[in-house]
């Protein structure tokens, strides 16, 4: 019987050896436990709430080196105050579409303190020259007409470029466009360069005539010859032919002073003669 009680009791201490045990254990890891939900709780404050709402850390803008950046911050909106969760996407790329040289901006944040901004420079079509307080200014336009740059003229004019005179009679300045009646011409000059950049090259200089009524005509001096071509408008065919002739003329030594091809018939005009060389 004794040895019975005693067994009894020897395992009622262990069991509250081991309770005991047991609850010196769980008392810290319950405190580990609050301490970690604390921590993730502070983060996900910061994280999700604090941080969007602080300035922003990181700003990426990309694609037109020779815009300053600190201009294109000015134009976006963006301040040192700016921060992630102010940032309006649509009404930042307005803004920045807004400046003359860029044709189109994309615009999105990176959570949660980085902005980057990508834009699209216009691409050169053609230059105008213009006169204004004794100096001469080169006026560059897009495709679409958009004057997107006005400066003094360089030493040498742009690269990749024609010079299209008698376009603007007026002051202009970056974020004018060409008058409407000649946005046609635009698109034919366009195909032409599409269609063969050297022979594009192979034109100094395209003057409009202005005429009533908003019409006019194309006066197109070749870069090495001096007779002029009248034109109605600008036609690749046509005007292969033209310098074709402009050929066939220097072969046989004759002082052309303009070949006119606003009828569909090719007149020539050699000091005080005329003649027809070419009817379609």
């Known amino acids: 019987m004794t040895g019975g009680y005693v067994i009894e009791e020897d395992e009622d201490e262990a069991i509250d050896v081991e309770k005991e045990g047991s609850f010196k254990f769980e008392k810290p890891l319950k405190k580990l436990i609050a ?17 969007p709402c602080m300035p922003l850390t990181e700003i990426n803008i990309t694609g037109i080196p020779e815009l300053d950046k600190n201009a294109i911050l000015r134009a976006a909106g963006v301040t ?4 992630y969760i102010s940032i309006n996407e649509k009404h930042m790329k307005k803004k920045l579409e807004s400046i003359p040289r860029v044709e189109s901006a994309f615009v999105s944040r990176r959570f949660p303190d980085s902005l980057n901004i990508v834009l699209r420079s216009r691409r050169l ?8 307080g004794g100096a001469t200014y080169a ?7 958009v004057v997107f740059d006005v400066g003094l003229l360089a030493a040498s004019p742009p690269k990749n470029a024609v010079l299209v005179s008698g376009i603007f ?12 009646e000649l946005f046609e011409f635009l698109e034919n000059l366009k195909k032409l360069r599409e269609a063969d950049e050297n022979l594009l090259d192979s034109i100094s200089e395209i003057y409009v005539n202005r005429k009533a009524y908003n019409t006019f005509d194309l006066l197109i001096y070749p870069e090495y010859n001096r007779t002029r071509i009248r034109m109605s408008s600008l036609n690749e065919d046509n005007l292969r032919y033209m310098f074709l002739l402009l050929d066939v003329f ?6 052309v002073e303009e070949i006119d091809f606003r009828t569909g018939t090719a007149l020539y005009k050699i000091r ?7 009817e379609r």
């Open 250 to 255: 220097a072969e046989k030594n004759m002082d």
């Open 80 to 83: 040192q105050s700016t921060s």
């Open 35 to 51: 301490v970690l939900a604390v921590l993730l709780c502070a983060e996900f404050v910061w994280l999700f709430l604090i941080s």
């Open 125 to 132: 079509l053609a230059f105008s020259l213009v006169e204004g």
């Open 139 to 145: 006026v560059l336009f897009d495709e679409n007409g």
């Open 169 to 180: 009679t007026n002051e202009v300045k970056a974020g004018d466009a060409v008058p409407p």
């Open 272 to 278: 005080e003669q005329e003649g027809i060389v070419y």
